[in-house]
């Protein structure tokens, strides 16, 4: 199948190298993420500038840690589905995330899913062998994009009691398969471009032994974007359905959708009060569930027609494959293939976000740093990983919707890239962590301090040089907005006092700011910031900037940046250190 954000191909080999997701820039000018210059002359917050400290000879006692939790990968990988000896044909592959329920009898069914699709049963998780007696769902290659029912996957499963379960399907229309019967269509005879991905639903009445359509297609179909087939754009439409979680009285899926012309990509949320009825589902518009998914071949549909994006800056355009409530953390957390959206390099691996009410979503944290699509010189060829799923074996589901603070990573193993059926399905155990934050603070003992890959300072405008000597930051302003930015760090918004040693020429009188991102708003503004006082006395004043009141010091700081001052004089300065501290606790 075609994996969501391109990042692993279909068994035809080949893929597009990376989501559309714009990766952080490297350049020390500013950036329309974490470096855009912001107004310094008429800021929209107003409180009032924070005044000097008195000057200090020696720095505070450093405050208390704060405690966080977080999943961390406890154990090494291991195989639980070998293609080379658990396949039941040799298109037998794992080619969409494994899902896990528990029918009637307590048999324990892995799913792992093709356009056939063949389970690994057995009496616990780890006693798992493929059934090439059950052929739980074939494709019917149907030629007709108006039936939604060419290349069927199943992409998640559901059931509360172990005898009807009900299935996602990832639908795919592969144009270029459909040559005999319409002989006109996708002239280039390329996979991706040819490529249009639907939901549709299946439903099984014998504890998942098989399935089928729950109404005649196209009366399956649940979701796809409102445009007719349209071949040789780029893969446009719904795919990688997440597993199903319910909250609420409500049924949630969450997909990856592909838009035209151009292959934008985000994150759609759904729901619906009732898994038998495939048009009730409806999508997140943005600030409800009230959006209604159209059949662009029998309803009038316009462009508006489909799901606005759900956490976009957290989750990107993939962090949705797989969720589950884990009960130790008392949050959702949800999974898929990123990047770091602050480093200095991507660094893509699988990235989790968490949630307490399925629509507001934590920054992403890497969770397993791993080979996938694009991080690799050549997807199909070179091995990666693909597929998320969290299961936990503990779980009191069905459906296995829940974890208790341990579970198993599941992923699919490209052993020699897209272009090979050779895929393994394997784990690794994950588990929650609680950990402590220390607070953020630059010393300027050495150069580390202006490495920003380290979070360490790099000038960003009207500042020249900028260098470590002496320890201190030591610079020179070249114009009247100087200013220089902090790499990504991480500091929980309790340490909501920030404080700068700075020494500037004697009489200098004028005013600084500080601006900041949050993990979920990266965007430089007139919004987050503040003001501080600036009187120089030719020695080292401690400038503290209190940012306890401010409406925006929320949630988790991931880089700062400083003007020193806003002054059209050219002078030089220093800063001995700069620290964050909490104001109470």
């Not at 899926?253 to 592909?258: H, M």
Request: aromatic share 10%.
């Amino acid at each position: 199948m075609l994996a969501v954000a391109m990042i692993a191909t279909a068994c035809s080999g080949g893929s597009d190298s990376s989501p559309s997701t714009e990766l952080p820039s490297t350049e020390t000018e500013p950036t329309a993420t974490a470096t855009t210059d912001a107004p310094t002359t008429e800021p929209a917050v107003t409180e009032p500038a924070t005044t000097l400290a008195p000057t200090t000879t020696q720095p505070p006692a450093p405050p208390g840690p704060i405690t966080r939790q977080r999943l961390v990968v406890t154990g090494p990988e291991e195989v639980v589905w070998d293609w080379t000896t658990d396949r039941c044909e040799e298109a037998h592959i794992p080619d969409i995330a494994p899902r896990l329920f528990r029918n009637a009898d307590g048999e324990i069914n892995l799913t792992v899913s093709h356009w056939n699709s063949y389970p690994a049963v057995g009496p616990s998780i780890d006693e798992l062998v493929t059934d090439c007696s059950r052929l739980q769902l074939s494709s019917d290659y149907d030629p007709d994009p108006a039936a939604f029912n060419d290349s069927e996957w199943i992409g998640s499963v559901y059931t509360e009691d172990g005898q009807t379960v009900y299935a996602i399907v990832h639908n795919e229309y592969r144009g270029d398969t459909h040559g005999a019967a319409r002989p006109d269509q996708c002239p280039s005879g390329e996979r991706f471009p040819c490529l249009d991905t639907s939901f549709t639903m299946a439903v099984s009445t014998d504890g998942g032994r098989s399935f089928d359509h729950i109404a005649e297609p196209p009366g399956h179909l649940i979701a796809t974007l409102p445009y007719t087939y349209r071949d040789d754009t780029v893969p446009s439409g719904i795919r990688q359905p997440s597993n199903i979680i319910k909250a609420d009285g409500f049924y949630y899926l969450f997909g990856n959708v592909s838009d035209q012309p151009a292959e934008e990509q985000w994150v759609c949320a759904m729901r619906t009060p009732d898994l038998a009825d495939p048009s009730a589902w409806r999508y997140w518009t943005g600030s409800d569930f009230t959006g209604e998914w159209k059949d662009p071949y029998l309803e009038d549909v316009s462009d508006d027609d489909k799901c606005a994006p759900l956490g976009s800056g957290p989750l990107s355009g993939s962090v949705q494959e797989s969720i589950v409530f884990d009960e130790a953390l008392g949050r959702y957390v949800m999974i898929g293939v990123a990047f770091d959206p602050f480093g200095v390099e991507p660094n893509w691996g699988f990235y989790t976000s968490t949630s307490e009410d399925l629509i507001e979503w934590t920054s992403r944290e890497l969770l397993l740093s791993v080979p996938v699509t694009p991080s690799v010189a050549d997807d199909a060829t070179d091995m990666f990983y693909a597929y998320p799923s969290f299961i936990d074996p503990d779980s009191d589901s069905f459906s296995f919707e829940t974890s208790d603070g341990e579970m198993y990573l599941y992923l699919s193993r490209f052993n020699a890239g897209g272009g090979s059926l050779d895929r393994d399905v394997v784990r690794w155990p994950i588990a929650v962590e609680t950990f402590d934050v220390e607070p953020t603070e630059w010393t300027f003992d050495d150069e580390s301090d202006l490495d920003e890959s380290a979070g360490g300072w790099t000038a960003r405008f009207d500042v020249d040089p900028l260098t470590v000597a002496d320890g201190a930051l030591q610079f020179t302003t070249t114009g009247g907005d100087p200013h220089f930015q902090s790499g990504a760090i991480v500091v929980p918004s309790e340490f909501d006092r920030l404080t700068m040693r700075m020494k500037l020429p004697a009489g200098v009188s004028t005013f600084g700011e500080v601006f900041w991102v949050t993990d979920i708003d990266p965007e430089l503004d007139g919004v987050k910031y503040r003001e501080f006082a600036v009187e120089g006395t030719g020695e080292f004043e401690d400038i503290v900037i209190d940012l306890t009141d401010h409406p925006e010091w929320v949630d988790t700081i991931r880089s700062i940046r400083i003007d020193p001052i806003v002054n059209e004089e050219l002078l030089s300065g220093e800063i001995d250190r700069i620290w964050f501290e909490r104001s109470t606790g």
